[in-house]
C-alpha cells in the first residue's frame, strides 16, 4: 500500500500565500506554511468551518477549496481498511494493454483515495507491460495487491465521453476552432465546438507515439494525470517551457521518457509565451494544436480558451520531392523556420518529423513572432504584427477603412502617452492592409475587449476569475487614454459571459453586411512584447524589436472557404458562420466601469 507524503520533507511552495493551484499532486509535493497552521487548527466546533484569517478574505474561497485538498493529501486520521471479497484479473483493452477487473472469489484491501492521489502523482502506468513474461509475473501477484479503484472525475473536471473526437473535430470543419469547457457551465460540456485536453489526446484521432508541448507555464504533475488517463504515460514527452518551474528542472532524473528545458530568452522581460502542441502517431501521422491556455488545471477549468487543432497530417513517400506536401499557406514552412529559431536541438527530430509530413489539408497561417530585431525580407515581414501586415497585404479582399479593428487579450502592455504612440502607429498600421492596398489609406478605428472590474466579480470565480488577467495598476495609470476604446466581455451566445478571457483575439468584423475579412487566434496579448515595435529612426531602414515567443493562426477567407468573407451569425450558401468567441455587437464600457487590475487581488 502507498505510504503518505511526509510533510517535514516537503519543499516550500515558490508562490507562497499567492498559490491558487487546485492540484492535490501539488499539495503532495509542496508545503504552504500558512494553510498548515489553518489545517492544524481544524474546524471551528461552532461554524463547521475553517477559521480563515482576515488578510486572506480576497482568497478565501481558494484557500477553503485548498484546505479541502490537504484532507484528501494529509488526512488526519487514517481511514479504515475494509474487506471485500473480490480478486482481480486481466482484461484486454482495446489498445492493446491490459486493464485490472475484478470477480467475487477472494479477498482484497480498497485503498484509500489518498492512496490514489499517491499513485498517480507517482505516474506509475496502471497499464502493465504487455510482453509475455510481464503479464505473467503480474498475473502471479494479482491477489497480493489492492484493488486500485480509479476515478477520473476526481482529476479532471470535465469529462466527456471517449472516441468522439474524430467525429468532432470533422464537424468542425472548416474552421477547426474550439473553445474549452467550462467547468462550472454545464452548457458548454456537450457544445459542439468545445473541447477539453483529454479530447485532444482521444484514441479516436490516432494512436499517440510521441508529444511536444511548448508552453509558458507547466504544472507537470497535473499534465501527466491526463496523460495518465489518456494511457499515454510512458510515451516520449519532450516540454519547453518559459516560466520558472522548479518541478520541471529534475523531472527527467525521475521520469526519462520526459525531456524539460527552459527557454532561455535574452532579454530580462522577455517571454515564452507559445502555446503549442505536436502529436505524433504510431502511424507516421502527426498533429499541431495551437491554444492559448497554460498548461495547469485553472487555464482548463473556468476560463475562456481558444484552440485550433490541425487536421491529421500523414507521412510523405519515401520518395517525395522536397517540396512536396506543402500547405497553400505555406504552414510548414513557417512552422520549421518558427521551430529553428529556438536553437534547442531536442526539437531536431520533431523537425525532421515535419520535413516528411504532407501539410497540404491545413488552411490557415501560421503567425508567429520570436525574439530579436527583424527587417522586411523577399516574402515581406516573417513575424510579429508585420508578419500579419505581409500576409493581409497579399491576401485580404479589400476592407472599408471604417470597419474596426477589434482586439482582445487577457493582459495589456504599456502602449505609450496616446493612442497613436504604438497602436495606430505600429500596429494598426500593419493590421489595416488588404490586397488592393495603395498608397496612404486612413487608420481604422480601434476597439479593445478587456474584462472590466464588474465581470470579473460576477464570473464563475469571483474575484479569483481576475488571475488570468495580468494587467496592472501601474500600467493602467500611464495610458488613461485607453478607457474609451474598451469594451467589456460579453459572450452569451457561447454560454461564457461568467467565462474569463485568457483567450486572445484580432479581427475585423462587418456589422451591416454580416460578415467578417479575418481572424486571428493567438498567444500573443496586445503588447508591444509580444507583437513588435517598429524603431523610430527614419534614416535607418524599418526594425521590428520583439521581445517575445508567440504563436497563433490567422484564418483568410480566400483559404478556408474560398469565399472573400466568412458568414457571421448564420450559414451563408452552406458555409457555417465563424465561431466567434464572444458577442457582436461590442458593449462598450460604462461611464462607472473599469478595467480589472491584477492589483486588486492583493
Known sequence: MATKPDKTKLKVCQYGENCYRKNPIHFSEYSHPHLDKIYEKGINPQTKKYDIPDEYDMSSDIIVLQLKLLEKVFPKAEKKQTKTTTTQNTTQSQ??????????????????????VERVERNKSPVPSTSSAAVKQDNSNLRKKPRIDRNIKDYIAVVLEKGKMAEKLEKSAPYNFFLTAITDCKQTHHEPLTVTLQEIFDESLGEVESTAQINFMVDIGWLLGHYYFAGILDKPLLVLYGDDMPELATISKHKPQIT?????????????HTKM?????????????????????????????????????????????????????????????YLVEYKIAALQPWINRIRRTDFGAINVFLVCSVPGGFFEGPRGHPWGHARLNSLLKQHATKINYKIPVICQSSSIGSLGANVQAWIQHDFLNSLRKDSESTGLQQIPPFKMIYPSYGNVSNSHDGMLGGGCLPYSKNTNDKQPWLREYLHQWRSNARYRTHAMPHIKSYTRVNLEEEEIYWFVLTSANLSKAAWGSFNKNVKLQPCLRIANYEAGVLFLPRFVTGEETFPLGKIRDGIPPFPLPYDVPLTPYAPDDKPFLMDYLH
Do not use: C
Not at 489498445?95 to 490514489?116: A, F, H, I, M, P
Not at 505536436?278 to 499541431?288: C, E, F, N, T
Open 95 to 116: 489498445n492493446g494493454g491490459y486493464r485490472l477487473g475484478s470477480t467475487k472469489e477472494s479477498e482484497t484491501v480498497t485503498v484509500t483515495k489518498q492512496d490514489e
Open 260 to 272: 524539460a528545458i527552459k527557454v532561455n530568452m535574452p532579454t530580462p522581460f522577455a517571454t515564452s
Open 277 to 337: 502542441m505536436l502529436i505524433g502517431y504510431k502511424d507516421g501521422s502527426m498533429r499541431v494544436v495551437i491554444s492559448t491556455a497554460n498548461l495547469y488545471e485553472d487555464d482548463w477549468n473556468n476560463r475562456t480558451q481558444g484552440i485550433w487543432i490541425s487536421p491529421k497530417l500523414d507521412p510523405l513517400p519515401e520518395d517525395a520531392d522536397t517540396v512536396a506536401g506543402e500547405s497553400p499557406t505555406k504552414f510548414r514552412q513557417d512552422l520549421l523556420l
